[in-house]
């Protein structure tokens, strides 16, 4: 299922639509991993804030349409998709969620073109923009009924 991985606060956030990441046990703890591309606005949220959010929203492919397609620097995604943001535990995520999982963020760093020991992965970065691996403990799993 796609899901929208957002970061930030009551001054400024963002969110996008991904479906690259995984999740398990790391350094002891349940752990997300969040893949993002350098140049995703939301990135920098990420890299500014010691949380992200992961949130899930079923078969509603509409907001995935617009957090997918457009960048936060150019419109206000909240309001295209008419998402309702709620602030907590550091970060932001969206009322209409079917599921939230908050993490604090452990790790971060950059996929590598050199460490690919199989070069088939690699048609994915015709432009060298390799993936951001952000590995977050899993803090707060949140599910609607």
Known sequence: EWML?????ENGYNMMTASWGFMGEMW???????MIRPQRYTMQFVESNDYYALSFYGNNKDIHKVCG????????????????????????????????????KQYLDSL?????????????????????????????????E
């Open 28 to 34: 002891g703890k349940d752990t997300a991993v969040a």
């Open 5 to 9: 991985i957002s970061a930030g606060d």
């Open 112 to 144: 590598r073109e050199e460490n690919f020991v199989d070069d088939e992965p690699l048609k994915w970065y015709q432009n060298k923009d390799f993936h951001n691996m952000i590995f977050g403990s899993i803090e707060k799993v949140l599910i609607k």
């Open 69 to 104: 397609s457009k960048s936060g620097r150019d419109v206000n995604k909240t309001e295209l998709t008419g998402l309702t943001p709620v602030f907590e535990n550091n970060t932001v995520y969206f009322e209409e969620a079917n599921l939230v999982i908050i993490c604090k």
